[in-house]
C-alpha cells in the first residue's frame, strides 16, 4: 500500500543541538513538503522541492535544511539556530505541478512530534 | 497573497445533529478547493475536493459546494457520529511562483457527544 512514512513519531532535541526528521514515500510523487503545524495556527510551509536535487525555501525555513537526493527522501534538520522548534511537523507529497496538476490533493504522513528537552 | 479563513471552534454537536463549518477564501485567480480531516495524533487526509466553480465534492456523508459568488466552501453533513470528531482544515491550492501552493485554514474542531 502507498503512503508516507514519517519517523520518528517523537523525538526530543538538547540546547545546540541539530536533530533531523525523515519522510519517506513510494507513491512516486514529483513534490514534497515539509509543513509545521502549532496549536491554532494551521499549517505553515517550511521547505518545498518539486524534483530531486531541487528545493526552494518556504514561509518559515529560517532554522531549518532539507535535501533532496533521491525521489523517495525528503529529510528536514532542525538546526540550533530554530530557537522555538516544539511543534508537530508533517510531511506532505503530491504528484506536482506538471501539466497544471494544483488541482491534485496532497498526501500527508502521521507526523513527528518535536519537543525540546 | 491567498487566505482561508474558517469558523473557530471548538464545535460541539450530539450525535445526529446537522453540521456546518464555515469556510471562506480570498485569492487571485481559479484555485481548488478542498476539506481535509485531522484525527488526534495522525496527519491530514484528504475528505473532499472541489475544483471549479459549483462543483460538489462528497464523501462518507460530508460535501461542500464551490461558490465563486460568495468565495466560500462550507463544509456539511446532515447526521454527525461520534466518530466523526476530528479536526477539519478548508483549504485552497493553486499555481504559484512554478509550484502548487497550499494555503490552510486554522483548522476546526468537531466534537461529537453521544
Known amino acids: 500500500d502507498g503512503g508516507i512514512t514519517q519517523s520518528p513519531k517523537y523525538l526530543f532535541r538538547k540546547e545546540g543541538q541539530n536533530v533531523t526528521l525523515s519522510c519517506e514515500q513510494n507513491?512516486?510523487?514529483?513534490?514534497m513538503y515539509w509543513y509545521r503545524q502549532d496549536p491554532g495556527q494551521g499549517l505553515r510551509l517550511i521547505y518545498y522541492?518539486?524534483?530531486?536535487?531541487?528545493?526552494q525555501k518556504g514561509d518559515i525555513a529560517e532554522g531549518y535544511s532539507v535535501s533532496r537526493e533521491k525521489k523517495e527522501s525528503f529529510p528536514l534538520t532542525v538546526t540550533s539556530a530554530q530557537k522555538n522548534p516544539t511543534a508537530f511537523y508533517l510531511c506532505?507529497?503530491?504528484?506536482?505541478?506538471?501539466?497544471?496538476?494544483?488541482?491534485?490533493?496532497?498526501?500527508f504522513g502521521d507526523g513527528t512530534r518535536l519537543s525540546i528537552l | 497573497g491567498n487566505s482561508v479563513t474558517q469558523m473557530e471552534g471548538p464545535v460541539t454537536l450530539s450525535e445526529e445533529a446537522f453540521l456546518t463549518i464555515n469556510c471562506t477564501y480570498t485569492a487571485t485567480g481559479y484555485p481548488s478547493l478542498f476539506w481535509y480531516v485531522q484525527y488526534p495524533g495522525e496527519g491530514l487526509q484528504l475528505l473532499l475536493k472541489a475544483t471549479k466553480a459549483d462543483d460538489k465534492g462528497s464523501n462518507k456523508g460530508f460535501e461542500a459546494t464551490y461558490r465563486k459568488e460568495t468565495t466560500s466552501f462550507h463544509l456539511e453533513k446532515g447526521s454527525v457520529q461520534v466518530s466523526d470528531s476530528a479536526v477539519y482544515f478548508c483549504a485552497l491550492s493553486d499555481h504559484s511562483g512554478g509550484y502548487q501552493k497550499v494555503t490552510f485554514g486554522t483548522g476546526t474542531k468537531l466534537q461529537v457527544i453521544p
Open positions: 522541492s518539486q524534483i530531486v536535487n531541487d528545493f
Open positions: 506532505a507529497s503530491s504528484i506536482g505541478d506538471r501539466a497544471g496538476y494544483s488541482n491534485q490533493p496532497q498526501h
Open positions: 507513491l512516486n510523487h514529483d513534490a
